[in-house]
């Protein structure tokens, strides 16, 4: 018996998906021997383009060849109706049987993760079966092993970036270095063909000597020492953003109606009466003819009415070709309830342009490798986990930097405006 039993244990196991951890659905065979589910394989293979690695082997094809294996979906229906049987014999309790009250354990304690009689599930009135129990958590284990291949699929990925991101890194070193070093060579040039002159003329007649000595003077005058740029190694981040996939997910799930708020603007701006845009406006001197306090760019800000201490939310800012601007979050003390709060945030977490540059500004500017402005950014905020990211929502919803830092206060989305007049306007996430 318990030979048979082995037998029948191991003939299961083969009618079970490796990806999906179910009992193969519509089962189909690749060319190297494995079998998987007809949507699992597909699934697994369904954002490649060049290459389609076995999930098992990882033995790589060049086109998505599988065969569909009807004598195994047949095997696997035995096997199912196998295993019906032997769940109808736990339910009438012939396995397993409670100690003290001698009932079959036919149901299951969520709370307390244990199988119970009848008995028990009376007196704590669970009405969870076996059967139901087992469906809820094959189907939250469903997806785990094809997540850990993902997983290492992208880590490599990330890795590859990273070393891609240092390469160019030490390229833009070497560069500034040999730029350095032509500089100085240049200088070192003209200083030994002056030296040269001097030297020559030093030898020659009083008359010849005097009538050169003013234009050496000025050539001596006008020798200046090269401005070398310094060697500054931008620190490049490592996080670990949401994937492009579970981002989309977020998006429609967390995706948040964000609007400004007035209360919180800079006299210079002007918010839009849907709350969804900021413009900078030119003030003209009052009446009595002050121009009032000069406008520092800094403080051209608008805070979403929004705010947050919990829970994941996304939203988007459509900047446009704007050449200043920073967008990101700010944490707010809870008791400031000024009509301008601007003074009250403790710390801002942005993005923005500077000089040609694009920086991710927290604790320290953090330089990004970007060439070309995105005209919508897209903000993530995890709170809980203590992260914020922003990512190219124009296009390919591209990752570009991300904050991990503990979050203790609320935060409220920040929004900074230049001195232009194209607008800031609030986006709608794309799903």
């Known amino acids: 018996m318990v030979e048979v039993s082995a037998i029948l244990a191991k003939m299961q196991s083969k009618c079970f998906c490796p990806v999906c951890l ?48 009807a004598q195994l979906g047949r095997l696997v229906d035995l096997a199912k109706r196998l295993h019906s049987s032997g769940s109808s014999k736990m339910a009438r309790g012939e396995e397993h049987r409670h100690e003290d009250h001698r009932q079959g ?29 087992t469906s809820y958590h094959r189907q939250r284990l469903k997806y785990i092993k094809s997540l850990e291949k993902r997983l290492a699929k992208f880590v490599e990925s990330e890795q590859e970036a990273a070393l891609r991101r240092l390469s160019e890194e030490e390229k833009r070193l070497q560069q500034q270095l040999r730029a350095n070093l032509e500089a100085y060579s240049d200088h070192i040039w003209a200083l030994k063909d002056l030296r040269r002159e001097v030297a020559e ?115 988007e800012m459509q900047v446009g070709a704007k050449p200043e601007w920073a967008v990101g979050v700010c944490s707010v003390a809870p008791s400031v309830q000024a009509s301008r709060p601007l003074a009250a945030p403790k710390r801002c977490w942005t993005l923005q342009p500077q000089y040609r540059v694009y920086l991710a500004v927290g604790a320290w500017a953090v330089p990004l490798a970007l060439r070309d402005q995105p005209p919508a950014i897209g903000v993530y905020l995890d709170w809980e986990l203590g992260q914020l990211s922003f990512y190219n929502a124009a296009s390919d919803r591209s990752h570009l930097h991300s904050f991990t830092e503990p979050f203790a206060q609320e935060f409220k989305p920040y929004f900074r405006v230049g001195r232009d007049c194209t607008p800031l306007s609030v986006g709608v996430g794309r799903t």
């Open 201 to 315: 003329r030093s030898v020659m007649s009083e008359e010849v000597v005097l009538r050169g000595v003013r234009g050496l003077q000025q050539r001596w005058a006008g020798l200046q020492a090269p401005a070398v740029q310094p060697l500054c190694f931008r620190p490049v981040a490592y996080s670990l953003p949401p994937l492009c996939s579970a981002l989309k997910s977020i998006i429609r799930r967390f995706r948040e109606s964000i609007s400004l708020d007035p209360d919180t603007s800079h006299p210079s701006l002007r918010v839009s009466k849907d709350k969804k845009s900021v413009t900078w406006v030119r003030k003209n001197p009052n009446l009595a003819g002050d121009p009032g306090p000069p406008e520092d760019a800094a403080e051209l800000v608008v805070l979403g009415r929004e705010g947050f201490a919990s829970g994941r939310h996304y939203w």
């Open 22 to 69: 179910d009992y193969l659905n519509d089962p189909v065979t690749t060319d190297c021997g494995h079998n998987f589910c007809d949507s699992c394989i597909r699934m697994s293979w369904k954002d490649l383009q060049d290459t389609f690695p076995c999930p098992v082997c990882q033995l790589a094809r060049q086109e998505m060849r599988i065969s569909a294996n």
């Open 105 to 133: 354990m036919s149901l299951f304690c969520e709370d307390d993760q244990a199988l119970l009689c009848p008995l028990c599930a009376r007196c704590l009135d669970l009405q969870c079966s076996v059967e139901e129990a």
